[in-house]
């Protein structure tokens, strides 16, 4: 059985949250996942924003979800990649390189 394409648009909390509830439901066996994310790295925790800001933690401390945790759940993350149109007929997402 072929799988369908999944675009998650938005690589934050929100997203990355809801792609790991698809994944704990079987996602991985029904969809291509693909993750548009205009910043160029894995999703991070932003409540902890302020304390990488303040210097009491290190940004490496706050990441949730790497880049090899995206290999290993078959999750194409376009990382640094900012979708900017949604041709639905076509079926496809349009992206930019550059970060917000
Ligand atoms: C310094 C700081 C401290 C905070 N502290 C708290 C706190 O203590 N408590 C609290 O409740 N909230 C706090 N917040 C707010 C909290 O971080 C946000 O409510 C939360 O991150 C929202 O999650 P989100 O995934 O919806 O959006 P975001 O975290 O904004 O994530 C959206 C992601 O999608 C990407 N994106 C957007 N458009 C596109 C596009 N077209 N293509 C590709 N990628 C795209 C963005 O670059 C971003 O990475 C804080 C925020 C900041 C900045």
Redesign the pocket.
């Known amino acids: 059985m072929s799988k369908e394409r999944l675009v998650v648009?938005?690589?934050?909390?929100?997203?990355?949250r809801t792609v790991e509830e698809i994944l704990a439901r079987g996602g991985k066996e029904l969809f291509d996942i693909t993750m548009?994310?205009?910043?160029p790295y894995g999703?991070y925790n932003?409540?902890l924003?302020?304390n990488v800001?303040t210097g009491s933690q290190d940004a490496s401390e706050i990441f949730l979800n790497s880049l090899p945790w995206c290999e290993e759940n078959g999750i194409q993350l376009l990382a640094g990649?900012?979708?900017?149109s949604i041709d639905r007929a076509a079926k496809e997402v349009h992206?930019v390189v550059g970060t917000?």
């Open positions: 648009i938005g690589n934050g909390m929100a997203g990355a548009f994310g205009d910043e999703n932003r409540l924003l302020s800001i990649i900012r979708a900017i992206g917000s």
